[in-house]
């Protein structure tokens, strides 16, 4: 993957809320299907498999074909799968993960649902799974050398944790695993797991005895600690030479928009000596993002739909329920109903437009009543094979399919001066909207919904005749980027709405649209282009930027009312951008197809507990290039040198980022005079350093309130401290 950005230009839009061609789509059906990809796997008894299992789709001349649901069933009883039903992308295919139960061989049908009889069967193996038998000794104190003896320990990086809490692995093989029995361990009977891979073992029983030893972190190694279990750890012993640790404080809790003062303080300061807490930043959204969170609410209200609901319907059972519209024509009119008003969409207008480009997957219509000096043929056909042949096919890999209620074969974007006319003209020096998807087209049976895949597009303007002035230039630059922003909302919705009755939090939902304007700037980048890569990813890196430079201002998982705000957006993509360096291009896919929601999606798309999740990403944004220090690969970016970036970003534009890189963490030299105190938000990290000469002072850090009281348990607090050197 390209890792290292430079030469970004700084050029930052508002965000909102997307040759004429006789290539008309014809209405196909499904003529085969057959196995692309993940028959024949291994894994130990109950893992995941290491891939998914991709079918593809093809009509009757061969071509692959998009937007079917496939239907997935494993048997024998015992195994499990990601979800019972997929869809076809660009490319013809639908995948799933699956975890296999018990030893033995497993079945997995992928099934067409319109075609029953089209099918293909993949064989899974479970062999028989790591397995811990014994411990030596079973009774120990961190610090420790502990000897885990079993079998197939091999196979895969090794992990051992106690009591939830990770222990340095010395050395390895396929019956042994030495490792040094970890810092903050909860006393008493523990369990201890060793992971081989992704795969765990069965847990045998520790006996952990109290001990008031100092923590003992090797360089690169971490602890995060929960203060209501083992408060009392963390304890720092006089070191024989200079040491540096990394001090995060975090609320990794799966709770939306949770709050709570907090205390990191050293043993020599008693709380009468503690400075109160900074009041956080409070930002309010712009306009253009008032109306973006505006439309997802009226999308909850009109669909009736919520976690846990029954799913709205398959889109070939809509298609059934309302006429099939048309397949456009280049030149066929077709008129529309479009929100009027940022409040509530009331009234709607009525716009009548004409078919200029019609593509394989994409439509534009052009209102017939828009501002002189506007797009020419020639723009409108660019944009049309822009958003054909390069933005939607990106999007559908990452994220699946929309669906195609309408059975017309392709997405319509709509570009009409009624988007521009929502954009009062005394909000033209701070935000205009630029385009949005409205989930109300794909409920047909709804008053004013379009019943189709719709995205709407401002248009340009250049004397501000309706609202404020766009050129053609702006139009041509700014569409693409809100276009496939919107196309992840469209599809989520065909994912998570129609076809499973759930709606993602919108912390995580804006975090992948934002994720899907990068992908469609690295397809500029993998053929040289910087300048237009510049394009789609600068607004990523400068809302991330100011997220991080306050980061505990604002929540990472942020209440839906303000997760539009530019700073909550940038830590939503941050973190999805780390979670797809970790866990695989997949994990998009994953997070899109499926009901669950919230930490307990991530947790389920990654298979690693989300209170580790956020420490480890709270931790990656600071360690990822430092230089002089090499972090362990669950610490790492491998996407980005943020370091490298913010750093060209400053020389470029010091007014916008006003220094090279966004945290600068206090340094304290003293660990017994050490206070910090501020707010704990929703899975946002604050960071400390302490920077120890040799001979400092031993000392003790407390974690809590502002009024020395305990965390809730609801925050699921953890102080991590990383051992830099």
Request: a negative charge; proline letters at 7%; one cysteine or more.
């Amino acid at each position: 993957m390209f890792r290292r950005v430079v030469g970004l230009s700084v050029w930052v839009t508002a965000l909102a809320a997307c040759s004429s061609s006789d290539n008309i789509v014809p209405i196909v059906q499904p003529a085969s299907i057959e196995i692309a990809a993940g028959n024949n796997q291994s894994t130990p008894a109950n893992a995941r498999l290491p891939e998914p299992l991709v079918v593809r789709v093809r009509d009757e001349a061969g071509a692959v074909l998009g937007r079917v649901t496939i239907e997935w069933s494993i048997s024998p009883v015992g195994g499990s799968l990601s979800s019972s039903v997929s869809v076809t992308d660009v490319d013809g295919e639908a995948r799933i993960d699956a975890v296999l139960g018990p030893v033995g061989e497993y079945s997995i049908v992928a099934r067409v649902t319109s075609t029953p009889a089209l099918a293909q069967s993949f064989i899974a193996t479970a062999s028989d799974p790591p397995a811990l038998t014994s411990l030596a000794p079973s009774t120990f104190v961190s610090g420790d050398t502990v000897v885990a003896s079993g079998t197939n320990l091999s196979g895969g990086a090794v992990e051992v944790s106690v009591g939830s809490v990770v222990g340095r692995v010395v050395v390895s093989t396929a019956t042994a695993i030495t490792f040094v029995a970890p810092s903050c361990m909860p006393s008493g009977p523990q369990p201890v797991l060793a992971l081989i891979g992704s795969t765990p073992t069965n847990t045998l029983t520790a006996t952990v005895q109290p001990s008031s030893a100092p923590l003992d972190l090797a360089v690169g190694q971490y602890v995060s600690i929960d203060p209501a279990a083992t408060g009392d750890c963390a304890q720092f012993g006089s070191p024989g030479s200079a040491e540096e640790y990394l001090i995060v404080p975090q609320a990794t809790t799966k709770l939306i928009g949770l709050v709570n003062s907090f205390r990191v303080g050293g043993s020599a300061i008693p709380l009468a000596m503690t400075a109160a807490p900074m009041a956080p930043t409070r930002l309010e959204p712009t306009f253009a993002q008032t109306f973006h969170d505006r439309v997802r609410a009226l999308e909850r209200d009109r669909a009736g739909a919520g976690a846990g609901a029954a799913p709205i319907g398959e889109p070939q059972l809509f298609a059934r329920q309302t006429a099939l519209a048309a397949v456009p024509t280049v030149g066929s009119p077709r008129t529309f109903q479009v929100c009027g008003s940022v409040d509530d969409c009331e009234p709607f207008q009525t716009v009548t437009a004409t078919a200029r480009y019609v593509g394989q997957r994409v439509a534009i219509y052009l209102d017939d009543d828009v501002p002189a000096g506007g797009l020419t043929d020639a723009d409108i056909t660019d944009l049309g094979v822009t958003f054909d042949t390069r933005l939607y096919p990106e999007a559908s890999r990452a994220f699946g399919s929309e669906s195609d209620i309408d059975a017309n074969g392709v997405v319509i974007v709509l570009m009409t001066d009624a988007v521009n006319e929502l954009t009062p003209s005394n909000q033209c020096g701070e935000s205009f909207i630029s385009g949005f998807f409205f989930g109300l087209d794909l409920l047909p049976n709804r008053e004013n919904s379009n019943g189709g895949e719709i995205f709407y597009s401002f248009v340009a303007d250049p004397d501000g005749t309706v609202s404020c002035a766009h050129s053609v230039n702006r139009v041509r630059l700014v569409t693409p980027g809100t276009f496939i922003h919107e196309l992840q909302h469209m599809i989520s919705w065909n994912q998570r709405v129609t076809l499973r009755g759930s709606f993602e939090e919108v912390w995580i939902e804006e975090g992948l649209s934002h994720f899907a304007e990068e992908l469609a700037g690295r397809t500029y980048l993998a053929e040289g282009d910087t300048a237009t890569f510049s394009t789609f990813a600068i607004n990523n890196l400068v809302f991330a930027y100011r997220y991080f430079v306050s980061s505990t201002s604002f929540f990472l998982l942020a209440p839906d009312s303000v997760a539009v705000t530019s700073e909550y957006r940038g830590a939503s993509w941050n973190f999805v951008r780390w979670l797809a360096d970790q866990f695989g291009s997949d994990v998009t896919r994953r997070l899109i197809e499926t009901g669950l929601t919230g930490g307990t999606n991530v947790e389920a798309a990654t298979g690693v507990p989300f209170s580790r999740l956020l420490a480890e990403w709270g931790l990656t944004m600071w360690v990822d290039d430092l230089p002089g220090f090499a972090p362990p690969p669950r610490l790492r970016f491998t996407s980005w040198d943020f370091r490298t970036t913010y750093g060209a970003l400053h020389e470029q534009s010091p007014s916008l980022i006003d220094r090279p890189y966004p945290i600068e963490p206090p340094m304290e030299t003293d660990g017994r005079t050490l206070v910090r105190t501020g707010t704990l938000r929703a899975g946002s990290p604050d960071y400390v350093l302490l920077d120890l000469p040799a001979g400092a002072p031993a000392f003790e850090l407390a974690f809590t309130d502002a009024s020395l009281l305990p965390l809730p348990a609801a925050l699921v607090p953890r102080l991590t401290v990383l051992r830099i050197r």
